[in-house]
């Protein structure tokens, strides 16, 4: 009896084993990325009216149809091609699906795909899945900026895809415009698929406003679009994601999809419309208060000793912790995190689980500020206390 070859190549997400250790520990738990505070009632409203009118059976496979008409509406303009709600959009059970999907529409055995590292530790499971081979490129702290050179050294004769998550996780980088044109020529230049995780897209900060990368004019044939709802409208776990496909890769990733989940839940699909109807307000109350977030993080940091750059958009830091005062600043991230964790009483993500490159990430812990402003002050509390 023995296990298949895949799922010998990674792990489970040491990311949700941090959340168990906070919740074994009562830790204030800044490791996993969901927010604590109320998700806005007309959603919550619409999604138990939806349940008690009776809409609890499956809606179509692709998603409940006014869903699919408004994501095509909203990506449309976005991306600047027709995107049709019979053909290009599929509804998933969250990002990370959207992700494997697309993964295994297009990647065959023996395939490889460039992954952005630190990444999220479902991106290199997905090549995994998929029979392929993940390739790490790093993005060197302090400044996490991509290196076209590294890029391009990466591509081998068995280069299909290209992962891209902006605004990164778990670095708060928003690629600019040359880190953007490197990634366009790479991807022209080799023929590859370029996949981009853009689930942070309402969260940038200091006047940044996202763009897509498939809407660039060259890329939007061979670009595969993931989003989500969870992390805007702070709905993380009814995991609702969607995929934007051009005609090529659009019925592959339909074909995965009803294989995989058949569909995601339809009182919750059916609120999320309405979540994606909400006024422009809520859209600039939600990034007020996400600065705000932020710079009481980047306070709470400094003040403690951590050395750290404030993220351009979603709602990581990677913090240096060598710097401390504390004998626990020698330890390796999993041990620091795990102490953090268990003895002060605040959790964290080791930095060196966002990467497969041998001695990245050391001295590296990534906080999560999605969070009320009394729950990061009394996080503030315990670290200034022990460190």
């Known amino acids: 009896m023995r296990l298949s070859h895949r799922v010998t190549q990674f792990r489970e997400s040491v990311i949700r084993d941090m959340t168990r ?23 919550l409203e619409t999604a138990v009216k ?8 499956y809606t179509l496979t692709w998603g409940y149809p006014p869903l ?13 091609w027709e995107v049709s709600p019979e053909r290009h959009v599929t509804v998933t059970c969250g990002v990370s699906e959207g992700i494997i999907d697309a993964a295994l529409a297009v990647l065959n055995p023996g395939d490889e795909m460039i992954v952005l590292e630190p990444a999220h530790d479902n991106f290199r499971p997905a090549a995994y899945i998929a029979n392929a081979t993940p390739v790490p490129v790093p993005l060197e702290a302090p400044d996490f900026r991509l290196d076209a050179a590294r890029l391009r050294a990466a591509v081998s004769s068995r280069t299909r895809a290209l992962l891209l998550n902006t605004p990164h996780n778990p670095t708060g980088r928003v690629f600019d415009e040359a880190e953007m044109t490197a990634v366009t020529e790479v991807v022209l230049e080799n023929d590859l698929v370029l996949i981009t995780d853009e689930i942070y897209d309402r969260i940038l900060y200091d006047g940044r406003q996202h763009v897509s990368p498939g809407s660039r004019e ?27 496909a051009p005609d090529a890769f659009a019925q592959g990733i339909r074909q995965i999809h009803d294989y995989t989940t058949v569909c995601a839940a339809t009182p919750l699909q059916m609120a999320a419309l309405t979540a994606l109807n909400l006024p422009q307000s809520y859209y600039e109350e939600s990034l007020q208060a996400y600065h705000g977030r932020r710079a009481l993080m980047m306070e709470i940091l400094w003040d403690v000793g951590f050395a750290a ?17 504390a004998p626990q600043a020698q330890l390796a991230p999993m041990p620091f995190a795990q102490w953090l964790t268990s003895e002060v009483g605040v959790a964290v993500v080791p930095g060196d689980s966002f990467y497969s490159l ?30």
Do not use: C
């Open 21 to 43: 250790l906070a919740l074994r520990h009562e830790a204030i738990n800044l490791s996993q990325g969901f927010p604590d505070f109320a998700t806005a009632d007309v959603i």
């Open 218 to 244: 060259a890329l939007r044939e061979r670009t595969i679009t993931i989003g989500g709802l969870g992390k805007t409208y702070a709905i993380t776990g009814w995991r609702l994601g969607y995929v934007i």
């Open 309 to 325: 750059r404030e993220p351009e958009g979603a709602y990581y830091v990677m913090a240096d912790y060598t710097g401390l005062n």
């Open 50 to 57: 939806a349940i008690r009118d009776g809409f609890n059976q």
């Open 358 to 387: 041998p001695g990245y990430g050391a001295g590296i812990v990534r906080f999560a500020y999605p969070k009320k402003l009394e729950t990061l002050e009394a996080a503030g509390e315990r670290l200034r206390a022990n460190l």
């Open 68 to 80: 699919l008409e408004k994501l095509a509406a909203l990506y449309s303009e976005r991306l600047g």
